[in-house]
């Protein structure tokens, strides 16, 4: 199976969910977050939920960070070359939804990906072996290759892993993915 067949379940999955349940899911992945040992570090980047994908609400990491006292940094996309700049979270920062329904910083301070220590990652789904499914412009991957080696790469699912996912060479691996129910340590 090709990954437009997991693209196409995984929709329909997240598509199937209420937002009671999202949100309820949401909670349980924040609160098994806790469970790591991750809070030591400066910089983790975190992404703003796209609600009408029915996305991990991170709302709920963001008051984690916040009440550990730590920076949070956003991403702002570029489509024409599918790429992302980042930026730091601050009270002043503006956020503004973009065509594609992406809440995006409009500016402030830019971080390199070579400052990150975590960076919470959005997926579609995942595999045992690590290998996650995006929404498949690459975004991610570009962005997860160049951040230090040591990065942690934090995968959000409300769903549990598949067996196996394609996989190309260009794809970046996570190194966790966090279920409502469990702690995947790849």
Same mark, same amino acid.
């Given at each position: ?7 196409? +379940? ?171 129910? +469990?702690?995947?340590?790849?």
């Amino acid at each position: 199976m090709d990954k437009a067949f997991f693209r196409k +379940k995984y929709k329909s999955l997240r598509e199937s969910l209420s937002l009671e349940e999202c949100d309820n899911k949401s909670i349980d992945i924040a609160n098994q977050l806790l469970k790591l040992p991750i809070w030591n570090v400066e910089f983790y980047h975190i992404f703003l939920t796209i609600e009408k994908l029915k996305e991990v609400n991170t709302d709920y990491i963001l008051n984690i960070l916040n009440g550990k006292d730590k920076n949070s940094v956003i991403a702002q996309s570029d489509f024409t070359n599918s790429t992302m700049r980042h930026f730091l979270l601050t009270d002043n920062t503006l956020i503004k939804v973009n065509n594609w329904g992406i809440p995006e910083p409009q500016g402030g301070i830019a971080i390199d990906p070579s400052q990150l220590d975590v960076v919470f990652v959005p997926l579609l789904a995942f595999d045992a072996k690590g290998n996650r499914l995006g929404y498949g412009k690459g975004f991610y991957d570009r962005f997860l290759s160049s951040c230090k080696p040591n990065c942690l790469k934090i995968g959000l699912s409300f769903f549990e892993a598949e067996k196996e996912l394609p996989a190309d060479n260009n794809d970046i691996k996570l190194t966790h993915c966090i279920t409502p129910n +469990k702690i995947h340590t790849f």
